[in-house]
């Protein structure tokens, strides 16, 4: 197996993105650089955001808040410090693509849920990564709370 020297884990703020994490840190060597990334999507243009433009942006700081304090607990557990912790804004496929290029990483790590029995096929967002990544890309499978 290849040796990583940049390790992107690209998560979502739920309770199982700390297996993402958890899996990055079990084949991280001793001295790779481990970025954690999550990307928030943009909320929709719909009637609300036109109409109550204060309330979106208080949502969208609530929303980077929340990440934020999400990395920093992943990060203090894992030892990645502060510097290493992003918060991004837009589509995650194209964020993870554009932060993985941008910062040579040599593996994105992405949490991928078996839907529907169907497990061995790749949620959406794994999915895209994997199809346009310039690196190796690893899909972890996240069990939910309830073991399935």
């Known amino acids: 197996m290849a040796k990583y020297e940049r390790i992107l884990v690209a998560i979502d703020i739920t309770n199982e993105s700390l297996q993402v994490v958890e899996a990055a840190a079990e084949i991280a060597p001793p001295n790779a ?3 954690i990334l999550h990307a928030i999507e943009p909320i929709g243009s719909g009637y609300g955001s036109t109409m109550l433009p204060d ?5 969208m700081a609530r929303l980077q808040e929340h990440a934020a304090a999400h990395l920093a607990r992943l990060g203090k557990t894992y030892g990645v410090p ?5 918060v991004v ?7 993870i693509h ?19 029995g169907l497990g061995l ?9 994997l199809h346009g990544a310039n690196c190796n890309v690893l ?3 996240v069990r939910e709370p309830d073991g399935s």
């Not at 502060?82 to 992003?86: G, V």
């Not at 096929?121 to 990564?129: F, I, K, M, R």
């Open 98 to 116: 554009r932060f993985a290029e941008d910062n040579a990483c040599d593996l994105v790590v992405v949490g991928s849920h078996g839907r529907h």
């Open 33 to 35: 650089q481990v970025h």
């Open 55 to 59: 309330l979106h942006a208080h949502e």
């Open 139 to 141: 899909a972890v499978r």
């Open 82 to 86: 502060q510097a290493r912790q992003h």
């Open 89 to 95: 804004h837009g589509r995650a496929i194209t964020a």
């Open 121 to 129: 096929l790749l949620g959406s967002t794994a999915n895209g990564v």
